[in-house]
């Protein structure tokens, strides 16, 4: 038995020996910058002042915590995360019902939904800005001229919004496949069961249908929440995080501290802040969906 | 309570060539049991389907108690169904399962519980009334089912093969729970089954389909005693009814052999419809074994021993009709012969059953057709 167990653990190790370069790859590309991260945050380091390098222990945290741009970055980035999940969310589930009925082009219909989803984000950010938004010769303001407007600059008046518009555009797509695929994985027989059961249409939406795609909600909520937090083309084209913060997200921020700011010792403190608060963060939401798909649901 | 009338209701499937239940006619009495049986694709499903507001009545009419159901949506039809599959609702427990029919019609909270708990007294559920059916056995899941219909005291119980998902055993128990239940609250149900021993047992009245058409509805020991075609003759009973093909004589019919004597008002049926040849039918248990020589000779082809009796299979010896004429006898013996033996086989008690060579339509003298009233 022994002897086999040692056979085994050699074994074990052939069989994984391909797959250490990737690992190594891994280590070298995520775990040691992070390391690095951590280091850079406890000195005092501009590039542009040289021999600024100094060993300051937690004063950058202090600062971070002190600094009242940081606090309406992160403010700006969670009201981006959780509007454009929700919003994204809601009309998903609207679109995925209408594509849950047979109609004729049905195949084409969700073929164009799903397109935001597969452009390039900077490319639909520069769409928005430029073909919607644009004081002069945007879309939305030639629609709206009946109605009284006029050159009004969407994207200067409403920075946060108007990138949170194309972040919408962007995950309904990604939503509306998750919740129609939901759909389509409900039990006839069980709506048909509620059908003889007396409920009308809304009651068993509420009651059958909401109950079944609950999962598939929250695994599309986390998801693009998850993909959500590290917005950066949309914000840089749209709106560069101005004016002043106010469309910024902390990624941003970091980045103009870091790139624009040359501040590496704050930059660096600000993103293991922001890198340990997403762990948290996305292990609850893990956490959650894990619960809500392994959790005895199904029926036979 | 409630009569049940189907009056030539169809229903065509989009894109199929005929219909799935075609023109059927059917009236079911307040508070009887009734029992859709047929082979698989015989359209069972689409007829209770089309009674609970589930697929459309495309030509003619369902009523219950006299009301024309055509275009009233499930909801409010006041039935109960209990699906194949039971569909259950997998996000609610057994109680609100149970209970979510009386949800839907406003029943407050207090009053739905009392009911819930008085049926799974019943059921025998009490102990699952807060687990999720995700967490039930199959047997369980289908007394959930069962108490989701009762608790609604509809006018109509529609079950689908509620059975085809337990055990042999557990099937046999649950189905007579099931008529008792069904006796005990007297409401008017629809049953359908693919299982014969099912219909047979359960129902007060049968309904035997084939390709969407009704055969023959009657009370189960007519069907047996008189099937009213060589399709009803065949189905119902376990072995089927030996259906072999004979030459018509002037005293009988003749197999093999030998010749079963007939009537003389049925041999004038025969020869008024100027018939050469004609299905004999036979029930197993209508055949004895005998000594060879001393009946239709055949040699045996398998025995089934079931302990408390056998099953000869074999095929006639003396063939005419060609090799493939195959008998099934019943015997109360072990062991009546052995493989490859010959062995006679002799008419007993009950008279033989002739139907028509091309259209399997049953042949009766006057005296017998003016007797059994056929169901059709
Ligand atoms: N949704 C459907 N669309 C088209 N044809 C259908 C549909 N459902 C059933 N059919 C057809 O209608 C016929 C009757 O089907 P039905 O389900 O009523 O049969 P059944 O007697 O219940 O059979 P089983 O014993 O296998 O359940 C079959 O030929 C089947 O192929
Ligand atoms: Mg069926």
Redesign the interface.
């Known amino acids: 038995m022994t002897k086999h167990s040692t056979l085994s653990r050699a074994e074990g190790w052939r069989r994984r020996a391909p797959l250490l370069p990737a690992l190594l790859f891994t280590i070298l590309v995520t775990q040691v910058p992070f390391l690095l991260t951590v280091y850079y945050s406890t000195h005092s380091w501009n590039l542009v002042r040289p021999g600024s390098w100094e060993f300051v222990g937690l004063q950058n945290y202090l600062y971070v915590f002190r600094d009242s741009q940081f606090r309406e970055v992160a403010m700006n980035t969670v009201i981006l995360i959780v509007g454009t999940v929700l919003i994204s969310a809601l009309l998903g589930l609207g679109l995925a019902l209408l594509l849950n009925r047979s109609f004729r082009g049905r195949g084409v219909v969700r073929t164009l939904l799903i397109t935001p989803f597969l452009i390039t984000p900077v490319a639909g950010a520069l769409l928005w800005k430029t073909a919607m938004f644009d004081p002069v010769f945007g879309i939305v303001n030639f629609v709206l001229q009946p109605f009284g407007v006029g050159n009004f600059a969407w994207v200067s008046q409403f920075p946060l919004a108007t990138v949170m518009v194309d972040l919408i555009w962007r995950w309904t797509p990604f939503m509306m496949l998750l919740i129609l695929a939901g759909l389509q994985s409900m039990?006839e027989?069980?709506l048909?069961?509620?059908?003889?059961?007396?409920?009308?249409p809304i009651?068993l939406f509420r009651?059958?249908t909401l109950?079944?795609l609950?999962r598939f909600i929250e695994l599309g909520v986390v998801l693009g929440a998850i993909y959500l937090v590290n917005t950066f083309g949309a914000i840089y084209m749209m709106t560069s995080g101005g004016p002043g913060v106010e469309s910024a997200n902390l990624p941003f921020y970091i980045y103009q501290r870091a790139f624009l700011g040359f501040e590496v010792g704050q930059a660096a403190a600000m993103g293991v802040v922001t890198v340990a608060a997403t762990i948290v963060i996305a292990m609850l939401a893990l956490r959650l969906i894990f619960k809500s798909f392994m959790g005895?649901?199904?029926?036979? | 309570m409630a009569t049940i009338a189907y009056q030539t209701a169809s229903c065509l499937y989009e894109g199929a060539a005929n219909p799935a239940v075609d023109r059927l006619t059917l009236e079911v009495d307040d508070g009887e049991f009734i029992v859709l049986v047929g082979p698989s694709g015989s359209g069972k499903s689409t007829a209770l389907r089309m009674l609970a507001g589930l697929e459309d009545i495309d030509e003619g009419n369902i009523t219950i108690n006299g009301k024309d159901m055509v275009g009233v949506p499930s909801k409010d039809r006041d039935i109960a169904m209990v699906f194949q599959n039971y569909a259950l609702y997998p996000s609610m427990t057994v109680a609100e399962n149970m209970g979510f029919a009386l949800k839907m019609r406003g029943v407050p909270a207090g009053e739905r519980r009392r009911q819930v708990e008085q049926a799974a007294e019943l059921l025998d559920l009490s102990d699952f009334l807060d687990r999720k059916p995700a967490k039930l056995s199959g047997g369980q899941r289908q007394r959930v089912a069962m108490g989701r219909a009762i608790v609604r005291e509809p006018q109509v119980f529609c079950m689908d093969e509620p059975l085809s998902n337990l055990d042999a055993k557990l099937r046999v128990q649950t189905r007579t729970q099931i008529a008792a239940l069904q006796r005990r609250l007297g409401t008017t149900t629809v049953y359908v089954t693919h299982d014969q021993v099912e219909a047979m047992t359960m129902g007060d009245r049968v309904a035997v389909l084939k390709d969407g058409k009704l055969q023959q509805f009657a009370a189960p020991t007519e069907l047996y005693d008189a099937p009213v075609n060589a399709f009803v003759a065949g189905f119902i009973g376990s072995p089927a009814m030996n259906l072999v093909p004979a030459l018509v004589t002037s005293e009988g019919v003749q197999l093999g052999e030998s010749t079963l004597p007939l009537e003389r008002d049925r041999l004038a049926a025969l020869h008024r419809q100027e018939l050469s040849s004609v299905t004999v039918g036979l029930r197993p248990e209508q055949l004895e074994v005998v000594p060879a020589g001393q009946g239709i000779d055949v040699r045996i082809d398998l025995v089934e021993e079931l302990g408390s009796e056998s099953y000869v299979h074999a095929h006639l010896v003396d063939d005419r009709g060609g090799a493939s004429t195959r008998l099934v006898a019943r015997s109360h013996r072990r062991a009546p012969g052995r493989l490859g033996e010959t062995i006679g086989l002799r008419h007993g008690a009950g008279s033989v059953h002739v139907f028509h060579p091309d259209t399997g339509a049953r042949i009766d003298g006057e005296e017998m057709s003016a007797r059994v009233g056929t169901g059709v």
């Open positions: 039990p027989d069980v048909e069961a509620g059908r003889v059961d007396g409920a009308g009651a009651e059958l109950p079944h609950r005895a649901q199904e029926a036979a």
